[in-house]
């Protein structure tokens, strides 16, 4: 049985701030999601992550985001035919359209909750910025999950 | 072998800055007179930025989990390699039969699933749409609305790779199975008989695949010259000459196939390769050392593999291997874009080998270590990661801690060679003409056929996307244009 609802968090945690979505999915598991929700994590979001949403109800993806407001900033996004111009930025839009290409239907709700980070080299720990922002966003998530549950 | 110059003054500047589908950054610098001839090209890598230092000060038995870290396509290969300098480092000289063919088969899976990405993520939209295509469909969701049985195979092929490493490994990122002398997990009857359930399916992708990329390499008759340049190629083998991606003895062929050196023992690599530092570069040149700078400099990876080998020892990947041959008509095959056909022949080999094992009873053995003995402070590993040759060099102080780290990866090996392709498409391809989008992918093209991993496990909304910056002959800026994510063209502001 898949559980309908996902969190994919993308993220390599030895990359300074590119920790922040594993980071979070880590704190979620230690709070206890129960069976209706699964954690996956991976470095980058590629084109057979597809198979992932099949069976969904509801995905949220987590990335640390160089660019977007701080703390962070969590949106619903739809299925979007863009270029992600290398493999290692395909977009969570552009894998929902990856997904209806694939499978012949709308791919499931999905949201994007980006973190504000602020370096990203091999060996650095996370920034104090983005540990503040990881905390704010933490609870969004939980607040997200919570807010998805009761209409379950 | 012609290597760039260097560099002069008064010459106009286009720089493509990072490169679209090849995993990292990357940037192409040309350097053009006022009548748009190409005076320079040159090729900008990020390499592994502070991997040593990442690494010192570490314990030797935690290295093959935190080299994982590096790179977000290749953490097998990483893991792998480390592992067996690691074995090294604890005494191990010899796995038992179970821990080496788990590995094996690990490795297969890495290779299958890394080559599938290339081809039908990375490549296949060039191949299939043409390298001046429009370029809002010469990407992967424009191969799935045009070709979706391709891309579907293309999906499903990877994820099979990936499937055997969760299997193997336990999990689908960070698997820790490689320890110092074996591994740490058995595969299960129910384990095995799920990898075997859909091999014949992957088998039949991977000729299908095969087909396609022998097809076109043959079809298109202006490929086989594109970016195509004259190498030496080094690749490792095995004991009998033939093709082996895990461990074997290194051999190197000139360009015109003559054996330079034969089943070396890769614990001696200082013996054969130096590297160049330059400084335009952040990433070396490295040579063989007996060739020189100018001479020396080789190519990597299912290009170099396949030609290298006598042999393949599974028996479809070997009629592919004789068919590739032929094409070059007993020489060796040159061309830079048949790396594809080279890369999709050693996906049925993975394909085949899987199989294979999968049926092999000590794939389910439970003997999975070997006894470790006395420690050493030295420990190299070298196998064949999907994008050629993969060195992992460690040194050890007397707590067992990382004293000294050293890599020469797969891409640093390849990269005078996407040098010379980038020049000589440039040359070509670009020479007097106003640069459009489309003439530019040509670079990329070139690029992309070595499948460089520039390193970059980073994923981060937000990046800057593709600059084109042209300067004139005094160095002032006189025009930027901004690629963005969406493949659109848009002046700076």
């Known amino acids: 049985m898949t559980p309908p609802v996902l969190i994919f968090a993308i993220g390599n945690e030895s990359r300074g701030d590119d920790a922040l979505a594993p980071m979070l999915l880590r704190g979620l598991a230690d709070a206890g999601l129960g069976s209706q929700v699964e954690l996956l994590e991976d470095y980058q979001l590629q084109i057979e992550h597809v198979a992932d949403l099949a069976g969904r109800e509801r995905v949220l993806f987590v990335d640390a985001d160089m660019s977007c407001m701080e703390p962070f900033h969590l949106s619903r996004i739809a299925s979007e035919k863009d270029s992600s111009y290398t493999s290692h930025a395909m977009t969570p839009h552009a894998l929902l359209h990856a997904y209806h290409q694939v499978y012949g239907e709308d791919a499931p709700g999905a949201f994007l909750l980006r973190v504000r980070g602020y370096g990203f080299e091999l060996g650095e720990s996370l920034s104090d910025g983005a540990a503040a922002n990881l905390a704010a966003a933490s609870a969004r998530a939980c607040e997200w999950l919570a807010d998805i549950q009761a209409v379950r | ?493």
């Not at chain 2, 053009?32 to 038995?61: C, M, S, T």
Request: glycine content about 8%; aromatic content about 8%.
């Open chain 2, 1 to 493: 072998m012609e290597q760039n110059q260097p560099s002069t003054s008064g010459l106009r500047r286009v720089a493509i800055d990072p490169i679209s589908r090849v995993e990292g950054h990357g940037k192409i610098t040309l350097l053009l007179d006022d009548e748009n001839h190409i005076r320079e090209a040159r090729l900008h890598i990020v390499e592994f930025r502070g991997f040593e230092k990442f690494i010192q000060g570490r314990p030797y038995w935690e290295v093959p989990i935190f080299v994982q870290r590096l790179c977000g396509i290749c953490p097998v290969s990483h893991h792998l390699v480390a592992a067996k300098a690691v074995d090294q480092l604890a005494g191990v000289d010899r796995l038992t039969p179970t821990a080496e063919k788990i590995r094996r088969l690990l490795h297969f899976g890495q290779v299958l699933q890394s080559h599938a990405l290339h081809f039908f993520h990375l490549s296949s939209p060039d191949l299939l749409f043409g390298f001046g295509s429009d370029m809002a469909k010469r990407n992967i969701v424009g191969v799935l609305e045009k070709y979706p049985d391709i891309a579907l195979k293309g999906v499903k092929m990877r994820k099979y790779g990936q499937r055997i490493i969760e299997t193997i490994s336990g999990k689908r990122i960070h698997g820790t199975i490689a320890v110092p002398g074996g591994v740490n997990k058995s595969i299960s009857i129910a384990e095995r008989d799920a990898m075997l359930a859909d091999i014949d399916d992957i088998l039949a992708w991977s000729q299908d695949a095969l087909a396609l990329n022998e097809y076109i390499h043959g079809a298109h008759t202006e490929h086989y010259s594109f970016a195509t340049i004259r190498s030496n190629f080094l690749s490792m083998v095995g004991g009998n000459g033939e093709l082996e991606l895990y461990h074997g003895g290194l051999r190197a062929r000139s360009a015109t196939g003559d054996v330079l050196f034969d089943q070396f023992d890769y614990c001696g690599y200082r013996d054969i390769l130096r590297e160049e530092v330059r400084p335009w570069s952040y990433m070396k040149f490295p040579f063989l050392t007996a060739l020189g700078k100018e001479q020396g400099w080789y190519r990597v990876g299912p290009l170099a593999r396949v030609n290298n080998c006598d042999s393949i020892s599974t028996p479809l990947a070997e009629a592919a291997r004789k068919r590739f041959r032929d094409f070059a008509q007993g020489g060796l095959v040159h061309d830079t874009l048949a790396y594809h056909w080279a890369r999709m022949i050693e996906t049925l080999h993975c394909a085949e080998s899987i199989q294979q094992l999968l049926h092999d009873p000590d794939i389910t053995g439970t003997d999975l270590l070997e006894d470790k003995g006395d420690r050493r402070k030295v420990g190299i590993g070298v196998l064949e990661a999907p994008r050629g040759t993969l060195f992992h060099h460690y040194e050890i102080d007397d707590d067992g801690m990382v004293a000294k780290a050293n890599l020469i990866v797969s891409t640093t090996s390849n990269n005078q060679a996407m040098n010379e392709s980038v020049r000589a498409v440039a040359n070509e391809y670009l020479d007097g003409k106003e640069i459009t989008e489309g003439l530019l992918n040509h670079l990329e093209v070139a690029v992309r056929a070595y499948d460089p991993c520039l390193s970059c496990a980073t994923h981060a909304l937000g990046k800057m996307p593709l600059t084109v910056e042209l300067q004139d002959s005094s160095g002032s800026v006189v025009s930027t244009l901004l690629r963005s994510a969406d493949g659109e063209f848009c002046a700076a502001p």
